[in-house]
């Protein structure tokens, strides 16, 4: 795509999932990425996206440790990022959790550590990345992993839901703040996807056929789906676009309940 090639991309959560799909994706389109893990235990995950990027291109490289909630380890982060490639001009905020429980059970420490990952941890990436771009000409670009449930209601992941949703303004405001600035920033929601978080129905055919019954188009996504659509909006394929949520989920946002006209 136009406009990647020798650029400089952090990927939040890349270990596994969609980031890793996005690390390769963009070493394919000659993008340079530091592959952001959260700690020593996913370190052998990092290294697996690490050689997957060595074999897609003749892009670097390099594994950056940090714990999204942590606002000295971003800094950090971000900062290894810049001394090692000179620069930053792409900031992926992938990184993200959820647990499940009913509203009334959700404890105030697991809603803070939901919130702390998803929704604080996109805040200040994108505040150092922020901070970097407009301290050079040049400007740069930010995509967030949201979700369909940044409008959609998830019951029982209350605090995934609110966090996507708050991302999803994070998204507009800061896209319309620094829009002069030649700073672009959107997001993007995946659907069901087929990821390590999601092992609990993807490797139950029982469950996976329940989830694909609400899709329309009546299956997941895989990984590579999703990297496509981060690609496309950190490219200048994109350059006009900026505080948009692009939903690449399969139907999931057309509301597939009302498929067969049951209300008039």
């Given at each position: ?21 996005i ?16 700690s ?7 290294e ?34 810049i ?47 922020l ?9 740069g ?29 994070l ?10 600035s030649?700073?672009r ?8 996807v ?12 029982v ?58």
């Amino acid at each position: 795509m136009k406009g990647l090639a020798g650029k400089i991309a952090l990927i939040t959560g890349a270990s596994s999932g969609i980031g890793r799909a996005i690390a390769v994706r963009f070493a394919e389109e000659g993008v340079h990425v530091a592959i952001n893990y959260r700690s020593a235990r996913e370190r052998e995950d990092a290294e697996t996206t690490l050689r997957e990027v060595a074999n897609a291109g003749s892009a670097r490289a390099i594994l950056v440790e940090g714990d999204i909630s942590d606002e000295q380890q971003i800094i950090r982060m971000v900062a290894e990022t810049i001394a090692e490639f000179g620069r930053l001009d792409i900031l992926i905020n992938n990184a993200g959790i959820q647990k499940h429980a009913r509203s009334h059970e959700v404890t105030l420490e697991d809603f803070n550590i939901v919130l702390n990952v998803n929704l604080q941890g996109t805040f200040l990436c994108s505040r150092e990345a922020l901070r970097h771009f407009l301290s050079r000409p040049g400007g740069g670009v930010i995509v967030n992993n949201t979700s369909v449930h940044e409008f959609i209601p998830k019951p029982e992941y209350l605090a995934y839901s609110v966090s996507k949703g708050a991302i999803e303004n994070l998204t507009r405001t800061l896209a319309l703040e620094y829009a002069a600035s030649g700073i672009r920033v959107n997001s993007v929601g995946p659907g069901a996807v087929v990821t390590p978080i999601n092992k609990a129905w993807t490797d139950n055919p029982v469950a996976r056929a329940a989830v694909e019954s609400h899709i329309p188009m009546g299956r997941p996504a895989e990984a590579s789906e999703m990297a496509s659509v981060f690609a496309f909006l950190a490219s200048d394929e994109a350059s006009y676009i900026t505080g948009q949520s692009l939903f690449a989920c399969g139907g999931l946002s057309l509301f597939a309940e009302f498929r067969t006209t049951w209300a008039s």
